[in-house]
T-cell receptor, first 113, second 114 residues
Framework: AQSVTQLDSQVPVFEEAPVELRCNYS??????LFWYVQYPNQGLQLLLK??????LVKGINGFEAEFNKSQTSFHLRKPSVHISDTAEYFC???????????FGQGTRLTINP | NAGVMQNPRHLVRRRGQEARLRCSPV?????VYWYRQLPEEGLKFMVYLQKENIIDESGMPKERFSAEFPKEGPSILRIQQVVRGDSAAYFCASSPPGGYSPLHFGNGTRLTVT
């Protein structure tokens, strides 16, 4: 079955510390991957995407993610977080042959001063 | 360019009433998707439409829910005879034709059933 799993429902970190939000997928076909951010009472905003090519993808707000096919992972990282990064982060995958995206359960990132 | 526009932002309905949620996609986008977000849960796919066609409704409950994307006008998600369990945030997204495009999301409609 095709699925996306975010291993951590909540991640608390201190301001200016690095962070990694984990995402794994399951698929028997080609996959393309996205990370979205959701601020309170808003829709989802695209952070970055992986379609093909370089496995290290850079996005907005200083975030980056690395596609690892052998580990079926697409973890999101930022070297130094700010209070403004407090939000819910969603990993999503599109699978070859299907137009829709499948989302993970989300990870709530909270930044402590 | 205007993004995906959803209205209303908040909708309160009593049990048994009908809820109509509207979505205008990004100009030039011909694909529309509806997702539902329950508290503390991720986004669950409901339905994918192109103009005048339902392409994939595998995530939509068989009863009480329907969706359309007419040739003219916004996409509509309709929930008949709402129940408390329908309370959720409903998000619409759109994408241009062609594969592997990111989805552009609206700010959602928060439905509360009392």
């Amino acid at each position: 079955a095709q699925s996306v799993t975010q291993l951590d429902s909540q991640v608390p970190v201190f301001e200016e510390a690095p962070v990694e939000l984990r995402c794994n997928y399951s698929s028997s076909v080609s996959v393309y991957l996205f990370w979205y951010v959701q601020y309170p009472n808003q829709g989802l905003q695209l952070l970055l995407k992986y379609l093909s090519g370089s496995t290290l993808v850079k996005g907005i707000n200083g975030f980056e993610a690395e596609f690892n096919k052998s580990q079926t992972s697409f973890h999101l990282r930022k070297p130094s977080v700010h209070i403004s990064d407090t939000a819910e982060y969603f990993c999503a995958a599109g699978f070859q042959g299907a137009q829709k995206l499948v989302f993970g359960q989300g990870t709530r990132l909270t930044i402590n001063p | 360019n205007a993004g995906v526009m959803q209205n209303p932002r908040h909708l309160v309905r009593r049990r048994g009433q009908e809820a109509r949620l509207r979505c205008s996609p990004v100009k030039g986008h011909s694909h529309v998707y509806w997702y539902r977000q329950l508290p503390e849960e991720g986004l669950k796919f409901m339905v994918y439409l192109q103009k005048e066609n339902i392409i994939d409704e595998s995530g939509m409950p068989k009863e009480r829910f329907s969706a359309e994307f007419p040739k003219e006008g916004p996409s509509i998600l309709r929930i008949q005879q709402v129940v408390r369990g329908d309370s959720a945030a409903y998000f619409c997204a759109s994408s241009p034709p062609g594969g592997y495009s990111p989805l552009h999301f609206g700010n959602g409609t928060r439905l509360t059933v009392t």
